[in-house]
Nanobody
Framework: VQLQASGGGLVQPGGSLRLSCAAS????????IGWLRQAPGKEREEVSC????????YHADSVKGRFTISRDNAENTVYLQMNSLKPEDTAVYYC????????????WGQGTQVTVSS
């Protein structure tokens, strides 16, 4: 099981980014995929998750209405579209896999840095 996160970068407040999580060694029917983030000095936070069977989604209150998680089964990739970004969204973002959404996650990808600053 491998997860490859990408798409982070520097963006101004109010801007958008799309993160990608490419999965290998399994299909998205096997595992739920979550996006989690960790800001300096803060605990890791689950941001969004998409379930393995029906594709139902979860978004934390802090990102609801701004972030959208989706998946492309043909590409075996999960996306996190982030709009209306705020400085407090600055963090290292990780994708992770588990049979169900929610802590703990069994498998983790490397992080991708998202910095929201003017």
């Amino acid at each position: 099981v491998q997860l490859q996160a990408s798409g982070g970068g520097l963006v101004q407040p109010g801007g958008s980014l799309r993160l990608s999580c490419a999965a290998s060694g399994f299909t998205l029917d096997d595992y739920a995929i979550g996006w989690l983030r960790q800001a300096p000095g803060k605990e890791r936070e689950e941001v969004s998750c998409i379930s393995r069977r029906d594709g139902s989604t979860y978004h934390a209150d802090s990102v609801k209405g701004r972030f959208t998680i989706s998946r492309d089964n043909a590409e075996n990739t999960v996306y996190l579209q982030m709009n209306s970004l705020k400085p407090e969204d600055t963090a290292v973002y990780y994708c992770a896999a588990d049979p169900t959404c929610g802590w703990p996650y069994d498998y983790w990808g490397q992080g991708t840095q998202v910095t929201v600053s003017s």
